[in-house]
C-alpha cells in the first residue's frame, strides 16, 4: 500500500489532454514539493517534473505540474503515442523521513 | 554527459550479503547526493537510500524497510556510490537503481540502467 494514493490507469486519444492525480497528506505533499517521474516500458525512470512544477531540461513543455494542498497533478497535453508509460509521484515525507512514491499511474494512448 | 552505471546484481540466498556498486562519470560526482531505489518485479518505485555530499556531512538516509541491514557509502575518489546490503531478504529482490540528486527538491536527475538483484534460497 503506497502512502501517496495514485489513479492505477488513464488513458487519452492522442492530442487529447490528460490529468495525472497524486493524493497524499499533511506531512509530505502538504509540507513538500512534489516530483514526477516517468519510467517507459523496460526502461529507468526518468525525472519529467521537479518542485511540483519545474521541468528539467529536455522535457517538452507538453507535461506541467501543479500543487494544492495535500494533492498534486501532472498534465499531459497533445497527447503523444511515445507518452505511454508508468508515471510515478514522490515527495519527501517529514513524519518518515523519506521519499515515499505513489503507484503508479500506467497512461495507454488509445 | 551523466553516466550512472551500476554493477553487482546477483542471485543470493536469503541472510547471504551482496555490495552494489555505482560508477558515475560526466559530472563533479563529490559536489552530489547520490542515492538508491528499487523496483520490485510488476511493482512500483520504492525509494531504499541516500548520502549527502561531503559538504554536508556525507550524511545518509535509509528506508525503514531496510535500515540496519544496508548501507550507503561513496567514494569520492573513484567516483562511486556503493550500497552494502546484508541479512537479505526475499522482499529484497528487486532492480537497482542508482541515482543522482539535485537540490532541496531531492529529486532523482538522472538514473542508471538497473542492477537486478534477486534473493532466493
Redesign the interface.
Known sequence: Q?VLTQSPSASGTPGQRVTISCSGSSSNIGSN?V?W?Q?LPGT????LI??NN?R?SGVPDRFSGSKSGTSASLAISGLQSEDEA?Y?C?V?DDS?????????TMLTVL | EVQLVESGGDLVQPGRSLRLSCTASGFSFGDYTMGWFRQAPGKGLEWVSFIRSNTYGGTTENAASVKGRFTISRDDSKSVAYLQMNSLETEDTAVYYCTRVVGVFMAADYWGQGTLVTVSS
Do not use: E, I, M, R
Open positions: 503506497s514539493t516530483n517521474y519510467q529507468a525512470p526518468k525525472l521537479s518542485g519545474q528539467p508508468d510515478y514522490a519527501w518518515l523521513n523519506g521519499v515515499v512514491f505513489g503507484g503508479g
